[in-house]
C-alpha cells in the first residue's frame, strides 16, 4: 500500500527520525527483520538507471555543475589531483570535469553492472584524450578495496553515502582514508535530506572540514533561500580531510 504524504511532512518526520536516538532504533529494527532497503541490491540499481533514474549517468544539468563546484574547491584549496578515486561514480562524468587537472589515473566504482559497461563501452582503450588512464570497477563501496599500496588525493562520494545506514556511511569513508595521500581530500556530495544532515553531522566529528558549498539550481525563478524541492534539491558539496592528517 502506498501512502501518499506531503513532502515537508515527509521531511519533519525523516527529521524525528535523524535527528534523535530513534535512527538507532529503527536501524536496529531493520536488522533484526532482516530488511535491508531496495536500494542496496546492485539488480535495483540496474533497473532503476535503465529507467527513472536514468539521469543520474550524467544528463542532469547539476550532476555537471555539483561537478565543477568540486573543481573550484581543488583550485581554491590548491589541491591538484593525479589520482582520482570515485565511488558511486554512476556516469563517470567527474573524471570529465577534472579533466583540468591533467590526473594521471582515475577510477570508479559503482554496484550497478549498467553503469560500468556503459562507462567502460566509451573508453574502450582505457585512456581519454588527455591521456588519463581511466578504469572501472562493479563493486559497491562497502566490499571495494583498491590494490594495496595504491593512495589516491581525491577519493569522491558524490550523491553515494546517502544510501548508507549512518554509521556505516562513516566507517566505510574511514576506511578508505587508508588510501588517502597526505595531502590528499575527501570529497563529499549530498542532497538536502536530514539523512543527509546526519552523516554529515558525524563526519565532521571525525574529519575536519577544509570547505564547502551550498548549492541549488534556480530552475522558476530565482532566490536566494534554500527551498525543499524533490526534483531539484539542494547539495552540500564540501572536502574534508581526517584529522590526523592536519595534525601531522
Ligand atoms: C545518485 S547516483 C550518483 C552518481 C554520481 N556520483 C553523481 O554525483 O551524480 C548514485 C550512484 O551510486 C551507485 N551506488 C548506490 N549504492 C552504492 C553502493 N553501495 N556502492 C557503490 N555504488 C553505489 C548507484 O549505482 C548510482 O550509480
Redesign the pocket.
Known sequence: MNIIISRPFRYRLRSLIYHTPLRTLFAKLRQALRQPPA?EDSGW?DNA?KSEKSS?LGEAAS?GL?EAIIGELLCQFQITPRAILD????GGTLCRSLAQFKPETYTG????RY?IERNISTDANGKNGHGMAISFVES???TYAPPNGVVFDVIAF???LY??DVHEACQQVKRYCQHLDHNGVIAV?MKDDPKSHAIFRKLTREFDWVGGTLFQECGSQPHFRIKMNEKSPAYVIGLLRPKSLLQS
Open positions: 536500494h540499481w538507471l543520474y550532476i555539483r565511488m558511486g561514480c554512476g566504482v559503482d554496484i550497478s553503469a559497491s563501496l562497502q558524490n550523491e553515494v544510501y548508507l556530495t
